[in-house]
């Protein structure tokens, strides 16, 4: 990150460029998208997905959770393109989260349908994604580091390049792990003084901190808002198999984790995914959590299924990436973020 002593407001950086008008002879239509479009987004996100990770892929829930964001506006951050048979091929959506203590973030979400690839629409489609970011950004007048994020599988190649040639850098792995739960799952008690307890809505408000604590020091986390939060605890996520950390009454660790049985097909095994396993920074080196790991382990294994899968900044600095290989975790693919900075 920048010296912030340094840097001018996002905006004196940052000069707001036109919004891009996209165009091509395969897309008929473009236009922003509606409440009415959630299916036909989610049809063709999906429809990437079999091609780009094909180990999982994106819910209803999910794409509805995006156009509900209070901080997504369809008519500004969206855009369609549909081909002359009224198809849908092409998706983006920009998001810039609320909460910005170190970093100002967008996001790029979306892609092109596989079956119209390497025919230019996705360098339009990114034309109008950057110039919509860069908008976002310009608004902003914070005195931080401002970065457009977007995110590839290692294995699609052709949108890694895409970015490359637009000016953004490969800033980091993220390996995705799984772990065989036929294999023993050991036993790690916490630290005296630590209970492991089942989530609960109780505990809801303290997971949260706890979650903006444990990432503040991940590479480019930002606090989630209560919105976002609700929103993550919401449709795959499962609280019956997820594990909190108590000391006292205040929560000191979690293992958060999700379950989409629709993706049990493409993945060939059933199981859960790890959505999030942090320690606040106070309570580390006290066991915690291996220990939630190992609840978490215990409680999938138990209801019969195959395999747990998770994935992790390979430079983790908290050691991360040895909890899990300790843990019996082995690497399968790994994501790509992509980042150009301002």
């Excluded at 091509?24 to 479009?37: I, N, Y």
């Excluded at 792990?177 to 209970?195: C, M, N, Q, S, T």
């Excluded at 950390?245 to 205040?250: I, K, N, Q, T």
Aim: with cysteine.
């Amino acid at each position: 990150m920048a010296d912030l002593d340094d840097l001018l407001p996002v905006n004196e950086r940052v000069t707001t460029p036109a919004t891009h008008a996209p165009a091509h002879p395969l897309v008929a239509l473009w236009r922003p998208a509606t409440q009415a479009d959630v299916d036909a987004v989610t049809e063709a996100q999906r429809a990437m997905d079999a091609v780009d990770h094909p180990e999982w892929l994106h819910t209803r829930e999910e794409v509805q959770e995006l156009f509900d964001y209070s901080f997504v506006d369809l008519a500004e951050d969206t855009v369609l393109g549909f081909d002359g048979d009224g198809r849908l091929v092409a998706v983006g959506v920009t998001t810039m989260p609320p909460l910005q203590e170190s970093l100002v973030r967008v996001f790029l979400e979306g892609g092109v349908h596989p079956e119209v690839r390497g025919r230019g629409i996705g360098r339009e489609l990114l034309a109008w994604s950057r110039a919509r970011a860069e908008q976002k950004l310009a608004a902003s007048t914070k005195r931080l580091p401002a970065w457009i994020m977007a995110y590839a599988d290692e294995r699609a190649e052709d949108a890694v390049r895409l970015f490359h040639h637009d000016g953004f850098e490969t800033a980091r792995y993220f390996f995705e792990l799984e772990r065989d739960l036929a294999e023993p799952i050991p036993v790690v008690e916490p630290a005296d003084g630590i209970r492991i307890v089942p989530f609960s809505d109780e505990l809801s408000a303290g997971a949260l901190a706890a979650r903006n604590d444990s990432f503040r020091d991940h590479w480019a986390s930002q606090p989630m808002s209560e919105e976002q939060w609700d929103a993550w605890i919401g449709g795959t996520f499962r609280p019956d198999i997820s594990f909190l950390a108590l000391s006292g009454d205040r929560v000191v660790g979690f293992a958060l984790n999700q379950v989409n049985e629709g993706d049990w097909e493409t993945q060939g095994f059933t199981g859960a995914y790890i959505g999030m396993v942090g320690t606040i920074r106070d309570a580390r080196g006290k066991r915690i959590a291996p220990a939630l790991l190992g609840r978490t382990m215990e409680a999938c294994a138990a209801l019969g299924w195959q395999k747990v899968t998770l994935s992790v900044d390979a430079e983790n600095p908290s050691g991360a990436l040895g909890l899990y290989t300790g843990m019996g975790f082995e690497r399968t693919d790994a994501e790509v973020s992509l980042v150009r900075t301002y």
